[in-house]
């Protein structure tokens, strides 16, 4: 199944600043996932990213929040907007193992403490 | 409307002894269903599935049970080895490859 590099790895944020996260995949992937898990809680898909076409945005999230950028078969970024301490989660990247699958290979995952 | 809940947050057994970890779901358009496992800092891990029309899956010391007509799914692990010790997701998803809904985690211990 793919790889998946995710930068960074964890970072610590002012209130109101952004960050960009970035994801790496090293084989060509039609979609790409972003998950959030917030702490003590269960993992969320935030939007799918499809090459060529604007991101799929799940109910609660919106993409003056959350912009993803899609600009090749590989690569990903999420950014997380003018931050609060609630943005404080870990953020994951995923991808299908194959096409049309249900099962999802994750990346390590960005770990974000919003202070 | 936490479609997928996982009620125990934490189990622990004894090495050699089976682990059970349990999962209940509301949808019943949820049409497979899978396992996940979570180290400290790494990114979740792919364990087992199984397909809404099946009630039962094997791999090695993992093997899953649905009971359809319950909403429930359970993972079982025997024997359990300290190696084991990770917090397990349940998911499911309805015919939709990316979208799983996750429950909230069990923090497996396996003592030595």
């Known amino acids: 199944s793919a790889v998946i590099s995710q930068k960074p790895s964890r970072d610590i944020c002012q209130r109101g600043t952004s960050l960009t996260i970035q994801c790496q995949v090293d084989?060509?992937?039609?979609?790409m996932f972003w998950y959030r898990q917030q702490p003590g809680q269960s993992l969320t898909l935030i939007a799918t990213?499809?090459?060529?076409?604007?991101?799929?945005?799940e109910s609660g999230f919106v993409i003056d929040k959350f912009p993803i950028s899609r600009p090749n078969l590989t690569f990903s970024t999420l950014t997380v907007s003018n931050m609060s301490p609630e943005d404080s989660s870990i953020y994951l990247c995923?991808?299908?193992?194959?096409?049309?699958?249900?099962?999802?290979?994750f990346g390590a995952g960005s770990r974000l403490t919003v202070l | 409307d936490q479609q997928v809940k996982q009620n125990s947050p934490s189990l622990s057994v004894q090495e050699g002894r089976i682990s059970i970890l349990n999962c209940d779901y509301t949808?019943?358009?949820?049409?497979?269903f899978l396992w996940y496992k979570k180290y400290p800092a790494e990114g979740p891990t792919f364990l087992i599935s199984?397909?809404?029309?099946?009630d039962k899956n094997e791999d090695g010391r993992f093997t899953v049970f649905l009971n359809k007509s319950a909403k429930h799914l359970s993972l079982h692990i025997v024997p359990s080895q300290p190696g084991d010790s990770a917090v397990y997701f349940c998911?499911?998803?309805?015919?939709?490859?990316?979208?799983?809904?996750f429950g909230q985690g069990t923090e497996l211990s396996v003592k030595p």
């Open positions: 995923s991808v299908e193992v194959s096409s049309g699958a249900n099962v999802l290979t």
């Open positions: 084989s060509q992937v039609t979609m």
């Open positions: 990213a499809n090459q060529g076409s604007e991101a799929t945005y």
């Open positions: 949808n019943s358009m949820f049409d497979y």
């Open positions: 199984i397909s809404s029309i099946k």
């Open positions: 998911a499911a998803s309805v015919n939709q490859g990316g979208k799983l809904i």
